[in-house]
């Protein structure tokens, strides 16, 4: 088994960014109303990032570099992570967040995280962004009665990426209209690929000199 787990640590970051800047600037329901022929941007206010709470769940490599440039851009933070001691706690940061961003690995721990008990502890109205793992969140989690927005890179199971169209693959989610979800493309740049591309081949190569 060959893995290169750091490489794709930037262009997520950068996606993770982008999200969060879409979602608290309402711009899927800008587009959506556009092709409709609607203009009212009165029905569009967003808000500063600058004037938000942002829950970031993971603090590794990712999460670290996600709440840096956050930091940046002047938001307020609160972190959980188990290998942080602070009093941070699930519940504080549920109850705290504008928007949450989850960077985890998928553990015993980390499955089902989030289900239809634990949306109703977060605010209404919640930014809900995940590049980590599909299966942190429970599948009827969306049959919550709380306002919120997902937008997520990843979904389980996974459809074909290599297939233009597939009819045959049918997910809940992707029929629910406050889900927006973004085919397993955060790592997808010409910079990371190529340098994972070439990480790939060096390690092969050395396993085969052995």
């Known amino acids: 088994l060959i893995s290169t787990p750091n ?3 930037e262009s997520v970051a950068d996606f993770t960014l982008m999200s969060i800047l879409l979602g608290i600037k309402n711009f899927f329901s ?3 109303m556009v092709r409709k022929s609607d203009f009212r941007r009165n ?7 600058s ?12 999460g670290k570099l996600v709440s840096r440039r956050l930091k940046n851009l002047g938001a307020n933070l609160m972190v959980l992570d188990p290998k942080e001691k602070n009093k941070v ?10 928007v949450i961003t989850f960077h985890l690995p998928l553990t015993k721990e980390t499955k089902n995280l989030i289900g239809i008990q634990e949306m109703k502890k977060m605010k209404e109205g919640v930014i809900l962004i995940n590049t980590s793992r599909a299966k942190i969140f429970k599948k009827n989690f969306y049959k919550t009665s709380k306002k919120y927005l997902l937008i997520t890179d990843v979904i389980s199971p996974e459809p074909s990426y290599n297939s233009r169209i597939n ?13 927006i979800f973004t085919p397993h493309m955060a790592s997808m ?8 591309s070439k990480e790939l081949a060096k390690k092969i190569n050395q396993y085969y000199r052995i």
């Open 51 to 62: 004037e938000i709470n942002i829950g970031i769940i993971g603090h590794g490599k990712i």
């Open 43 to 49: 029905l569009l206010m967003g808000k500063n990032i």
């Open 30 to 32: 800008a587009i959506n």
């Open 167 to 179: 009819k045959n693959y049918k997910h809940e989610w992707l029929k629910q209209d406050n889900i």
């Open 189 to 196: 740049t010409n910079r990371t690929q190529e340098s994972i």
């Open 89 to 98: 706690t699930f519940k504080k940061v549920l109850k705290f967040s504008d």
């Open 7 to 9: 490489l794709s640590t």
